[in-house]
Nanobody, 114 residues
């Protein structure tokens, strides 16, 4: 069964940084474009960053210049480096393929608060 396991979230002060990790238990991970999504309370889940199989990245306007997505195909992993965090970044963060093809993992909570 394919699993997505996210980690690295936590409580951080405004202006702080976090690095999220996602391990994908799928043998052909290298074939999939991947994305990081987030869902804030009362809002729909949104795609905030994506990376293609070739390493091309794309970002939502709200995180552009602050977040960086990367992948390590040898480790079946995708990462999200988040800098200059604001309270508006508070959400549960998930990884998945882009477009979404796998069942969602449990996500990792990111809370930005002083």
């Amino acid at each position: 069964q394919v699993q997505l396991v996210e980690s690295g979230g936590g409580l951080v002060q405004p202006g702080g940084s976090l690095r999220l990790s996602c391990v994908v238990s799928r043998s052909n991970f290298i074939l999939y474009h991947m994305g990081w999504y987030r869902q804030a309370p009362g809002k729909q889940r949104e795609l905030v960053a994506s990376i293609t199989t070739g390493g091309t990245t794309n970002y939502a306007d709200s995180v552009k210049g602050r977040f960086a997505i990367s992948r390590d195909n040898a480790k079946n992993s995708v990462y999200l480096q988040m800098n200059s965090l604001t309270p508006e970044d508070t959400a549960v963060y998930y990884c998945n393929t882009n477009p979404v093809r796998m069942s969602w993992g449990q996500g990792t909570q990111v809370t930005v608060s002083s």
